[in-house]
């Protein structure tokens, strides 16, 4: 990667970044471990799909990970869940990209090997991985559990970004048959949880559980979600489980049926901005995961004055249109949200198990992955798409 393009990525990231199956034992593990897992000197081979260019069109890729540190984890990954921001990152939208790539941080599969200084895992644990695998460990915010917000710019993503022990150059995503992992990047599965159900949680559900929790919602609270897609359908239900009222917004009529069987109290379908008006001032709290521009103004004002207003969904180049007189007059406070911390991130996957809260998806092969992108960017994706990487 020149110098140019990493700069331009390390500030894009850093200033406006959104985010953003089976037991393998000891026993039985040979099979697997050789098939996907075969180290080649000191790296550890590894099959996915790749971008190779901003097209975003995703091919077979064979690559090298990491030799297997002292501290780090080997999952056999067995899911990828499919976020709409893997998309905007191969296609270019935030910004240069290095190709080969390959996306993917929603990742689930089974530990196969773990280094000598690890603890917390053994081979045949459930584990995931989601939208990063380093910081620097040391800063104010790592030591607080937001390693997402490294105060010396170490937060290192999943796909992407450059990486000085990546024999690519920079860190390969989840579209791939293993991964090479820090240990305390590494987010424990209860066994009473499917793979392919935790896998989404892993980005979508942390993204939106993070400010939903921060946001101190009391029971019987009136909450907007707009955009009811991978995220939004989550965050519907993580709401509803925290006791509150759900007024869910979608500007796809055949969700509606949907949005109210996760719980929401009402669906409104928006086909035009008229139908916002209803619910001018009413609402406690609002949460948009839009991952497009559009009237921002118009769906805060939802929210009654001096609450708050959350974007989540990161747009083309991260840029959202704000008119500061819609804000003068309702007295909103707009914020944005990357993810979670790793402890919120392993918060939200024991929630979810003991709550019993999946998310709705579609398990597809590997050869359906551009089909599914497709299906993401029209709206087409019920609601999340998941990479059953066995078949990779």
């Known amino acids: 990667m020149s110098e140019e393009k990493k700069l331009s990525r390390e500030t894009f990231i850093n200033g406006a970044a959104t985010v953003l199956g089976s037991v393998?034992?000891?026993?039985?593990?040979?099979?697997?471990?050789?098939?996907?897992?075969?180290?080649?000197?000191?790296?550890?081979?590894?099959?996915?799909?790749?971008?190779?260019?901003k097209s975003g069109k995703l091919s077979k890729w064979s690559f090298e990970r990491r030799e297997l540190g002292d501290d780090d984890v080997l999952i056999d990954i067995k899911f990828s869940g499919i976020c709409h921001s893997d998309i905007h990152q191969m296609r270019g939208h935030w910004g240069p990209q290095q190709y080969p790539q390959v996306p993917g941080h929603e990742i689930a599969g089974v530990v196969i090997s773990v280094g000598k200084n690890v603890t917390k895992f053994k081979t045949g644990d459930h584990a995931g991985v989601g939208c990063m695998v380093d910081s620097c460990g040391t800063c104010e915010s790592c030591?607080?559990?937001?390693?997402?917000?490294?105060?010396?710019?170490?937060?290192?993503?999943?796909?992407?970004?450059?990486?000085?022990?990546?024999?690519?150059?920079?860190?390969?995503?989840?579209y791939s048959s293993n991964i090479v992992v820090k240990e305390h990047f590494v987010i424990r599965i209860p066994k009473?949880?499917?793979?392919?159900?935790?896998?989404?949680?892993?980005?979508?559900?942390?993204?939106?559980?993070?400010?939903?929790?921060?946001?101190?919602?009391?029971?019987?609270?009136?909450?907007?979600?707009?955009?009811?897609?991978?995220?939004?359908?989550?965050?519907?239900?993580?709401?509803?489980?925290?006791?509150?009222?759900?007024?869910?917004?979608?500007?796809?009529?055949?969700?509606?049926?949907?949005?109210?069987?996760?719980?929401?109290?009402?669906?409104?379908?928006?086909?035009?901005?008229?139908?916002?008006?209803?619910?001018?001032?009413?609402?406690?709290?609002?949460?948009?995961?839009i991952p497009y521009n559009y009237n921002l103004g118009a769906y805060a004002s939802l929210v009654k004055p001096y609450g708050s207003f959350t974007q989540v969904g990161v747009p083309v180049g991260g840029e959202l249109t704000l008119n500061n007189f819609a804000f003068i007059f309702n007295r909103v406070n707009y914020n944005g949200s990357l993810i979670g911390g790793i402890p919120q991130t392993q918060e939200i996957v024991d929630f979810c198990a003991k709550n019993k809260i999946y998310p709705q998806i579609e398990l597809i092969t590997a050869n359906e992955i551009n089909q599914a992108w497709e299906k993401v960017v029209n709206k087409e994706a019920r609601y999340r798409f998941v990479i059953d990487t066995s078949t990779i």
């Open 24 to 53: 393998v034992i000891l026993g039985k593990a040979g099979k697997a471990f050789a098939q996907s897992s075969k180290k080649a000197g000191k790296y550890v081979l590894s099959k996915g799909y790749a971008a190779k260019n």
């Open 143 to 174: 030591k607080a559990g937001e390693e997402q917000h490294c105060d010396n710019n170490a937060t290192l993503f999943t796909y992407g970004y450059p990486d000085k022990t990546s024999p690519s150059g920079i860190t390969q995503g989840g």
């Open 192 to 289: 009473s949880m499917r793979l392919q159900d935790a896998a989404p949680l892993l980005c979508a559900g942390i993204t939106t559980y993070s400010p939903l929790v921060k946001s101190n919602l009391k029971k019987g609270d009136k909450v907007g979600i707009a955009g009811i897609g991978g995220l939004g359908h989550i965050a519907i239900k993580l709401a509803v489980a925290k006791g509150v009222e759900v007024y869910a917004f979608t500007t796809t009529k055949s969700k509606v049926e949907d949005i109210l069987s996760f719980g929401a109290k009402e669906a409104i379908y928006v086909d035009s901005l008229e139908k916002l008006k209803a619910y001018n001032k009413t609402l406690d709290y609002m949460i948009s995961t």
